[in-house]
């Protein structure tokens, strides 16, 4: 296991709060930021990164991926996973419950902690899965960032789109409550509607915008009746940022995943099942609707809903390949690319991917670069640009939807807890990432 070192970057250009920009130098000590300054003076010997023209950033926290253990390491695994987020710049990851088992008592909670702890290279927190009969568990199980729940886009225990038992969720407890929503009745009747089609582009107009409309409404509804914490996961059509537009409260945060940004249903033309995913893309009309909602501040945070699957499941026949793409390792080289070319700036790129997740899941100490913060840090090369290739993700499932795209803001250094993880293109495996705390 390493241990934090002591590190002082020089003159790199500094995201700082509030949008404030500066050159210059950022002391590690103990794992902390402790000094942020133009020019800092230090007598001891410490190891010291040439940061000039490298852009520094708070560390991305990732507030909904799917990791895949235990149960289904096959398709990937918390070390490999880690390993995706620390190339990615990603130094803390918020898992969701759908593995085997599902995360739906303490016991397996406690599971996950301990294989994140022996094996993940970052930071780590997991979602509690609501069923329609663990309430219970949802009160007491500690730690966690929230509870699941999944509206629809799911089979078994962890399909919830009963509304008396969704208020019964609501009705009890403080705990934040992110949901999966799309409306599973509307979902059932289209797939009868559109069965026998084989062609994969079909999976928009089964899982609609009608079908997530609905069940955000509810989900909105049911937040409001209770004033209480709800967290719209993966936004992806037009018409739910304009309901969010006009009945937000203050106390609800949506996110939106890069897929949703930059995709649209023209990709399954181009890349298949590989463009499959739930809630599916939409059209590119969405795409600019929810631009707008992300710069409005109506979209609170990005997320990648990292779900890798392999090339083999994709390549099954459409209704049997499943939903789901890797994107950890690209999240922040898309959005930075987006600032390139004016999209939008840098600072709101960090703040979307970190301050903002911070504040949403009362992460303490993260998202920051601020005296007294956690040093997790990625420094970024916003100059130079280099495609997205298959061979160098480190995913286990080794692909990428975003495969040859031409991207800048590549990390160059992350560091995780005053740790560098990744180098250079060179990982640090000995680094152990810690489980994040919660503010409840």
């Known amino acids: 296991m390493a241990n934090s070192q002591s590190l002082l970057i020089r003159q790199a250009e500094i995201i700082l709060p509030d949008n404030q920009l500066i050159v210059g130098d950022v002391l590690v ?25 490298l852009t520094l950033l708070p560390g991305v926290i990732d507030p909904q991926v799917h990791f895949r253990e235990p149960g289904l390491e096959y398709k990937e695994d918390l070390f490999t996973a880690s390993c995706a987020c620390a190339k990615g710049g990603v130094t803390s990851f918020l898992e969701m419950p759908n593995t085997k088992p599902l995360t739906i008592n303490q016991s397996a909670l406690d599971d996950k902690l301990q294989r994140a702890a022996s094996k993940c290279v970052v930071n780590y927190g997991f979602f509690i899965g609501a069923t329609g009969d663990n309430l219970a568990e949802l009160l007491t199980v500690k730690p966690t960032c929230g509870i699941k729940i999944f509206m629809g886009s799911m089979h078994g225990q962890l399909l919830v789109s009963q509304e008396e038992i969704l208020e019964g969720i609501f009705a009890q407890g403080n705990r934040l409550i992110a949901v999966h929503a799309e409306d599973q009745t509307r979902i059932n009747h289209r797939r009868q509607q559109f069965a026998g089609i084989e062609d994969v582009s079909i999976h928009s107009q089964i899982q609609d915008n009608e079908a997530a409309l609905l069940a955000t ?7 409001k009746k209770y004033q209480r914490r709800l967290h719209i996961l993966h936004l992806s059509t037009g018409e739910e940022a304009e309901l969010l537009r006009e009945e937000k409260p203050s106390w609800v945060t949506a996110e939106v995943t890069p897929q949703h940004l930059f995709l649209n249903t023209s990709a399954y033309q181009t890349i298949g099942s590989l463009a499959q995913m739930n809630p599916p893309l939409r059209s590119p009309k969405d795409n600019q609707i929810l631009w707008q909602a992300l710069l409005d ?14 090339l083999a499941e994709k390549a099954q026949v459409y209704p049997n390949t499943p939903s789901g ?31 903002a997740v911070a504040k949403g899941y009362g992460i303490e100490n993260k998202g920051q670069i601020t005296p007294g913060y956690d040093a997790d840090l990625v420094l970024v090369d916003l100059v130079n640009y280099r495609q997205v290739k298959r061979e160098e993700l480190l995913t286990k499932c080794g692909w990428s939807p975003f495969e040859g795209w031409n991207l ?6 992350t560091i995780v807890g005053g740790d560098m993880v990744y180098e250079q293109g060179k990982l640090n495996t000995q680094v152990r990432g810690k489980a994040l705390n919660f503010k409840e």
């Open 217 to 223: 409404k509810l989900a909105l509804k049911l937040s």
């Open 297 to 310: 501040g109506v979209i609170d945070f990005i997320a990648t809903d990292h779900a890798p699957h392999t």
């Open 408 to 413: 800048t803001g590549w990390p160059v250094i």
């Open 325 to 355: 793409m890797p994107g950890v390792e690209t999240s922040l080289p898309l959005m930075l690319t987006a600032a390139k070319e004016g999209k939008c700036t840098v600072s709101q790129v960090a703040n979307w991917m970190s301050t």
């Open 29 to 53: 000590e103990n794992g902390k930021i402790t000094t942020v300054d133009t020019h800092i003076t230090h007598n001891t010997p410490i190891r010291e990164i040439d940061a000039q023209g």
